[in-house]
């Protein structure tokens, strides 16, 4: 996913010649109507640093749906989307020395950056200038880049993961977007040695992987939801501790004050300074969810309590790495529902209507695209 002014214009351009490499399938949409249905089109030519590798699993993240409805910026058509995404490395070029054919790789939502600048030398690259996300780009070749809902995917090696022996690819594929962005923001209280209170705001592919992350780092974690519908699964399924429905004042009402963070997920325009009394003083939201409207909130919902907004973009490479080694360590489980391509249209349209338990994960090889 991308929000970047940059990579809004060169997107535009997509007239140069470019090398092509091996001829593929996907699922595109082709205009913000975001139906997809089937797409021939060519990867890019793989060099030397390249991985070459045929999806697995892809799973189905609400930036998709924004980037295929042209809600967040300038989308280009036809789109094949897709960005988290496990594959099995088919071929590798002859500077690659960490991934062999045969391995068991992911790719999340960015496929380059510059290499240079200080957020690439940090292990922040997702904050670089330059960065390539993993569709609905222009790749440093002039190719444009599509994404995991598709056949097969070249990507340079600095971009690819390794997924842990025992971890099924299926539960992988939503921590390479969905677990990352979560783990993020959260890592920074992972050693804190005062007891945590967590809020996570919107229990979809995103929340419940940070209820399953804030609870394996110790944390006290409410849920905040829109309604009542998930309270049982969020409680027992999930582990949470405390079930809160935002629109019921009586329940707000008697946790005011009392959360560190609030890991904000929902994907709408909606009122921060309903949540903000919800924070301790020095308490911290982090916004992940990607409304394409802008958030409400009052002054004095900061200042009284010296609370601190924050965003927070997917997270780096190594970060990717090691929510996928800590999922594995603390045994945890993503909660996914397996379907196939010819389902996908019908997956937005549940993820729309909020009825998802709790990541669509598309069977891309099951699927026989080709
Ligand atoms: P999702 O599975 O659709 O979950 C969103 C949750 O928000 C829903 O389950 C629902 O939870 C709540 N919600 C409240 N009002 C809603 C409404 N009107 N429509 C739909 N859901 C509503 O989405 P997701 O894949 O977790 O993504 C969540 C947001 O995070 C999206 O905007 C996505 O673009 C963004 N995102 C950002 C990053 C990043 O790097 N910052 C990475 C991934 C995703 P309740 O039923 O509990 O209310
Ligand atoms: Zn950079």
């Keep these: 996913m991308k929000f970047s002014n940059k990579i809004i214009l060169i997107t535009k351009n997509r007239n140069f010649k470019i090398m092509e490499g091996r001829k593929v399938t996907g699922w595109a949409a082709r205009d913000s109507s975001a139906i997809l249905s089937p797409y021939s089109f060519h990867l890019r030519k793989a060099g030397p640093e390249d991985v070459l590798f045929k999806v697995l699993y892809c799973g189905v993240d609400h930036t998709d749906l924004h980037q295929l409805k042209n809600e967040i910026h300038s989308s280009t058509y036809p789109l094949v989307a897709g960005h988290e995404v496990v594959g099995e490395v088919i071929e590798v070029g002859s500077e690659v020395k960490k991934f062999n054919r045969g391995d068991i790789v992911g790719v999340g939502c960015i496929v380059g950056s510059c290499g240079e600048c200080s957020c690439c030398k940090t292990n922040k690259e997702q904050y670089c200038n330059k960065v390539v996300p993993t569709y609905n780009a222009i790749y440093n070749d002039g190719s444009f880049t599509q994404g995991g809902f598709s056949s097969a995917m070249v990507v340079h090696q600095n971009f690819v993961v390794n997924i842990?022996?025992?971890?099924?690819?299926?539960?992988?594929a939503p921590l390479l977007c969905a677990g990352v962005t979560a783990f993020s923001p959260l890592k920074q209280f992972i050693n804190s040695e005062e007891p945590i209170k967590a809020?996570?705001?919107?229990?979809?592919g995103v929340g419940h992987l940070g209820v399953l992350i804030a609870k394996a780092m110790g944390h006290h974690v409410t849920v905040i939801s829109s309604s009542d519908k998930k309270r049982e699964e969020a409680l027992t399924d999930l582990g949470a501790d405390c079930f809160l429905v935002s629109s019921n004042p009586d329940e707000i009402s008697k946790s005011l004050n009392s959360l560190d963070y609030i890991l904000d997920t929902v994907p709408v325009s909606h009122q921060l300074q309903n949540y903000l009394p919800l924070l301790k003083v020095e308490g911290q939201i982090f916004i992940v969810g990607a409304a394409p409207e802008p958030l409400?909130?009052?002054?004095?919902?900061?200042?009284?309590?010296?609370k601190t907004i924050s965003g927070s973009f997917i997270g780096s490479i190594r970060e990717t790495q090691e929510i996928l080694?800590?999922?594995v360590e603390k045994g945890l489980k993503?909660?996914?529902?397996?379907v196939k391509m010819d389902y996908v249209n019908k997956a937005f349209e549940r993820m729309e209507k909020n009825d998802v338990r709790y990541r669509f994960v598309l069977d891309v090889a099951g699927s026989d695209l080709e």
């Design 325 to 327: 080694d800590f999922w």
């Design 334 to 338: 993503t909660m996914v529902e397996v």
């Design 164 to 172: 842990p022996e025992n971890l099924p690819p299926e539960q992988a």
């Design 199 to 204: 809020g996570i705001l919107g229990l979809g």
């Design 296 to 306: 409400q909130f009052g002054a004095s919902g900061l200042i009284l309590g010296k």
